[in-house]
């Protein structure tokens, strides 16, 4: 197993929280997660502090589809 996966115990909502810098406020932030077996899911994140330098977004993946290990990948991507 990567010993920078992230294991899950159960399928309640999880909440990411991404410390951004040098990210505009027009910018799209996300989190793709991608489990050991199953889809991958991609959630919108929301910037719930800072400014375009330095910034705190955050994530909600309600029901993650699966139990156990995962990958996450955060993106900012211009418009």
């Known amino acids: 197993m990567n010993p920078n996966a992230i294991i899950f115990q159960d399928t309640t909502s999880v909440t990411i929280r991404i410390e951004a ?3 505009p406020s027009t910018w799209r932030v996300y989190v793709r997660m991608v489990p050991f077996q199953g889809d991958h899911v991609i959630v919108d994140a929301t ?3 800072g ?3 330095n910034s705190v977004y955050e994530a909600v993946v ?3 589809p699966t139990v156990g290990t995962a990958t996450l990948q955060a993106r900012a991507v211009a418009p």
């Open 51 to 53: 400014d375009d330098l």
């Open 21 to 23: 810098k040098n990210v």
């Open 47 to 49: 910037r719930i502090s």
């Open 62 to 64: 309600p029901n993650f």
